[in-house]
């Protein structure tokens, strides 16, 4: 039997279940609990768990308990304390069962695409972490055969799938495992079975999974450390491709393509609840800031993963449009910077940058087929929405959105959305979001240029590796970040920066000079370099920081130019450049290095590469300082009044 208690159908986004995308989760919390004990309230124990690991994801949270063979599911969109304030998964009874709180990043966040998802026969609960790839294909091939679906995710696949082998009398084990090699993607899984009351099973590719012990008595399977930290200090981390049955305080590892076993090795977690948060891959970190700098590469990668209808329809309406503004506000802004000049330098319209405050003052009416492009990585920043509503609801303009949080106002008032992949983010100044705008709207940029024709299919391509290779490059700056920390710590105290750039830069000179400002409070402008001599060389006197952002692109050699102004008057000049530099390293009192290849698609790919070593530095700068960059001062990391 299976009761969906108290779920509502409706969405709280208000479009219609109809209406909707798949669900897909690239940042969430799964939690497990396997145990021979029978008198601790598990499903509570379960709930409170998922709590610990809100961080990851808020917009959604279910249960599965497993109960003398059956399987109860409750599962609704909102966050964990709304939904249990009237005890709905705490008053779940059962021997064993797992939890998820969920971050849809496609997809509305409401009640049928909650996890945990069951078969057909409703025997088999799956909750999933990460991206199915192929899942149209499976589920078009499971419907196909009989299997009826509940909700738009593409995890819903995989309990389907599992079925499909049970059905032919194989193992819960080795169905689980056929299962997975169907699936293409990421996932960090853990599946139940009604019938199977001895051992869960989790499996992981690319997406976190961790097992917490209780030797002889208890398991958990977490996604991260926190959800289990209060009941075992005990725990092991899956690798990629492994899988293991969870017993009543066993575990059993092997690997799902050979099928090779691995002795687990059980490790003593020393962190607290508050550290184990601010973890990533087993180091620990002081600030969420510098933790979620950490997570920009992997962020990247699946922000690379813009599913291609979403895409398509963004890059179309944009294409239709006969005028195109883009607008956000703070760091979203300096991502417009970037994303405008990409799409309009890859042969897509060109398009006027606003900033969302100052958007309704500037255009007292709108040209008809206008179309406004709207970044936020909160989707609740009212300046924002009100530029949105304004361009929509005055004059008819389309509104295609680039935001973090699905559901949000902005994705509401929006004709088309890319979700940003960056999950939530814990640090008021934007970083991980940033870099991920980027990307999107560079994904848009390339997306117009192959619909056009404007830049030949073959080279497209050779940009779009660039783009991928800004993973690798983006890591190999974090492997390097001691030398980012020395420079920053050199800096930290002087009051004063200026932060120059042309072109594309300068978006990451605005970009850098901000995060300076808000986490470590110098005072940094940012200026268009050619426009440094109109007023701000007044300043330049002996030993005042000028950053240049140099990757070796058009604007290159003029920037050369503004190098020599401000060091001929004294100015201390650091230089973000690339790896292979040698002219404005020769002119520079300090250089940040970025390994990009020397080639024009990875000097077109420059954007993030070039801004992240920014972002890092003002994050050192921010802790040499003393002082908290996850929380600084007068600022709120959603801006909701105007
Ligand atoms: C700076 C920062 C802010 C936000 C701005 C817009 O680090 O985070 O400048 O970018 O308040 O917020 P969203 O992106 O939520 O619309």
């Given at each position: 039997m299976i009761r969906f208690s108290k779920v509502r159908s409706e969405s709280f986004t208000g479009i219609d279940d109809n209406d909707l995308e798949r669900g897909f989760l690239i940042m969430c919390g799964i939690f497990g609990?396997?145990?021979?004990?029978?008198?601790?309230?598990?499903?509570?124990?379960?709930?409170?768990?998922?709590?610990?690991?809100?961080?990851?994801?808020?917009d959604s949270c279910g249960l599965a308990m497993a109960n003398n063979g059956t399987i109860e599911v409750r599962k609704k969109a909102g966050k964990i304390a709304d939904i249990n304030k009237d005890g709905l998964f705490d008053s779940m009874q059962g021997q064993y069962?797992?939890?998820?709180?969920?971050?849809?990043?496609?997809?509305?966040?409401?009640?049928?695409?909650?996890?945990?998802?069951?078969?057909?026969?409703?025997?088999?609960?799956?909750?999933?972490?990460?991206?199915?790839?192929?899942?149209?294909?499976?589920?078009k091939e499971l419907t196909a055969r009989g299997h009826t679906f509940r909700s738009d995710t593409d995890t819903e696949v995989i309990p389907h799938l599992i079925e499909e082998s049970l059905a032919?009398?194989?193992?819960?084990?080795?169905?689980?495992?056929?299962?997975?090699?169907?699936?293409?993607?990421?996932?960090?899984?853990?599946?139940?079975?009604?019938?199977?009351?001895?051992?869960?099973?989790?499996?992981?590719?690319?997406?976190?999974?961790?097992?917490?012990?209780?030797?002889?008595?208890?398991?958990?399977?977490?996604?991260?450390?926190?959800?289990?930290?209060?009941?075992?200090?005990?725990?092991?981390?899956?690798?990629?491709?492994?899988?293991?049955?969870?017993?009543?305080?066993?575990?059993?590892?092997?690997?799902?393509?050979?099928?090779?076993?691995?002795?687990?090795k059980p490790f003593q977690v020393q962190w607290s609840i508050d550290a184990a948060q601010k973890s990533l891959d087993g180091v620990e970190y002081k600030w969420f800031m510098h933790k979620e700098l950490h997570e920009v590469p992997r962020k990247i990668k699946d922000q690379l993963r813009v599913p291609q209808e979403q895409l398509d329809a963004f890059a179309k309406t944009v294409m239709a449009a006969e005028h195109v503004y883009i607008t956000a506000a703070g760091t979203a802004f300096y991502a417009c910077l970037a994303g405008k000049f990409q799409i309009t330098k890859f042969g897509g319209p060109y398009i006027e940058a606003l900033l969302c405050s100052e958007f309704r003052d500037a255009l007292p009416t709108m040209p008809p087929k206008s179309c406004v492009i709207a970044v936020s990585q909160s989707g609740e920043t009212a300046d924002t929405i009100e530029a949105v509503r304004y361009a929509r609801e005055k004059f008819g303009a389309k509104v295609c959105s680039v935001v973090n949080v699905q559901g949000s106002s902005i994705t509401r008032y929006s004709d088309n959305v890319i979700i940003t992949a960056a999950g939530p983010e814990m640090a008021v100044a934007s970083q991980k979001a940033y870099c991920t705008q980027v990307t999107a709207l560079t994904i848009v940029a390339l997306r117009i240029a192959e619909l056009k024709g404007t830049v030949p299919k073959a080279d497209v391509a050779k940009y779009r590796v660039a783009l991928e290779k800004t993973v690798d490059v983006t890591n190999e700056i974090l492997k390097n970040e001691d030398k980012i920390k020395q420079l920053a710590e050199t800096l930290a105290k002087k009051q004063n920066f200026y932060f120059l750039a042309r072109g594309l830069s300068l978006a990451a000179a605005c970009?850098?000079?901000?995060?300076?400002?808000?986490?470590?409070?110098?005072?940094?402008?940012?200026?268009?370099?050619?426009?440094?001599?109109?007023?701000?060389?007044?300043?330049?006197?002996?030993?005042?920081?000028?950053?240049?952002?140099a990757p070796p692109d058009e604007t290159y050699d003029r920037l050369i130019g503004n190098v020599q102004e401000m060091k001929a008057r004294g100015g201390t000049i650091i230089s973000v450049v690339a790896?292979?530099?040698?002219?404005?390293?020769?002119?520079?009192?300090?250089?940040?290095?970025?390994?990009?290849?020397?080639?024009?698609?990875?000097?077109?790919?420059?954007?993030?590469?070039?801004?992240?070593?920014?972002?890092?530095?003002?994050?050192?700068?921010?802790?040499?300082?003393?002082?908290?960059?996850?929380?600084?001062?007068?600022?709120?990391?959603?801006?909701?009044?105007?």
């Amino acid at each position: 039997m299976i009761r969906f208690s108290k779920v509502r159908s409706e969405s709280f986004t208000g479009i219609d279940d109809n209406d909707l995308e798949r669900g897909f989760l690239i940042m969430c919390g799964i939690f497990g609990i396997m145990t021979k004990r029978t008198d601790i309230p598990i499903a509570k124990l379960i709930r409170e768990g998922l709590q610990r690991l809100e961080y990851r994801g808020y917009d959604s949270c279910g249960l599965a308990m497993a109960n003398n063979g059956t399987i109860e599911v409750r599962k609704k969109a909102g966050k964990i304390a709304d939904i249990n304030k009237d005890g709905l998964f705490d008053s779940m009874q059962g021997q064993y069962g797992m939890g998820h709180t969920r971050w849809a990043t496609h997809g509305p966040p409401i009640d049928k695409n909650s996890h945990p998802h069951l078969d057909c026969k409703n025997k088999v609960a799956v909750v999933h972490n990460g991206i199915i790839e192929n899942y149209q294909q499976l589920r078009k091939e499971l419907t196909a055969r009989g299997h009826t679906f509940r909700s738009d995710t593409d995890t819903e696949v995989i309990p389907h799938l599992i079925e499909e082998s049970l059905a032919k009398g194989i193992s819960f084990k080795d169905s689980v495992r056929e299962a997975i090699k169907y699936l293409t993607g990421a996932y960090g899984i853990v599946v139940m079975h009604a019938d199977t009351p001895d051992f869960m099973i989790v499996a992981r590719k690319e997406s976190p999974l961790t097992i917490g012990i209780v030797p002889g008595e208890t398991c958990f399977a977490a996604s991260d450390i926190p959800a289990f930290l209060p009941l075992t200090r005990q725990a092991l981390i899956l690798d990629d491709d492994e899988m293991a049955l969870l017993y009543k305080g066993k575990v059993e590892i092997f690997n799902v393509i050979t099928g090779k076993p691995r002795t687990p090795k059980p490790f003593q977690v020393q962190w607290s609840i508050d550290a184990a948060q601010k973890s990533l891959d087993g180091v620990e970190y002081k600030w969420f800031m510098h933790k979620e700098l950490h997570e920009v590469p992997r962020k990247i990668k699946d922000q690379l993963r813009v599913p291609q209808e979403q895409l398509d329809a963004f890059a179309k309406t944009v294409m239709a449009a006969e005028h195109v503004y883009i607008t956000a506000a703070g760091t979203a802004f300096y991502a417009c910077l970037a994303g405008k000049f990409q799409i309009t330098k890859f042969g897509g319209p060109y398009i006027e940058a606003l900033l969302c405050s100052e958007f309704r003052d500037a255009l007292p009416t709108m040209p008809p087929k206008s179309c406004v492009i709207a970044v936020s990585q909160s989707g609740e920043t009212a300046d924002t929405i009100e530029a949105v509503r304004y361009a929509r609801e005055k004059f008819g303009a389309k509104v295609c959105s680039v935001v973090n949080v699905q559901g949000s106002s902005i994705t509401r008032y929006s004709d088309n959305v890319i979700i940003t992949a960056a999950g939530p983010e814990m640090a008021v100044a934007s970083q991980k979001a940033y870099c991920t705008q980027v990307t999107a709207l560079t994904i848009v940029a390339l997306r117009i240029a192959e619909l056009k024709g404007t830049v030949p299919k073959a080279d497209v391509a050779k940009y779009r590796v660039a783009l991928e290779k800004t993973v690798d490059v983006t890591n190999e700056i974090l492997k390097n970040e001691d030398k980012i920390k020395q420079l920053a710590e050199t800096l930290a105290k002087k009051q004063n920066f200026y932060f120059l750039a042309r072109g594309l830069s300068l978006a990451a000179a605005c970009e850098g000079a901000l995060k300076l400002k808000e986490i470590s409070y110098n005072h940094a402008e940012a200026y268009a370099a050619g426009e440094s001599k109109h007023g701000p060389i007044a300043l330049i006197e002996k030993g005042f920081p000028v950053v240049f952002v140099a990757p070796p692109d058009e604007t290159y050699d003029r920037l050369i130019g503004n190098v020599q102004e401000m060091k001929a008057r004294g100015g201390t000049i650091i230089s973000v450049v690339a790896e292979f530099d040698t002219k404005i390293t020769e002119m520079s009192d300090y250089t940040i290095r970025v390994p990009i290849d020397n080639d024009k698609y990875a000097i077109a790919m420059s954007a993030v590469p070039f801004v992240f070593p920014l972002q890092i530095m003002a994050y050192f700068a921010s802790d040499f300082n003393k002082l908290d960059p996850d929380k600084p001062r007068n600022l709120a990391k959603s801006v909701t009044v105007k």
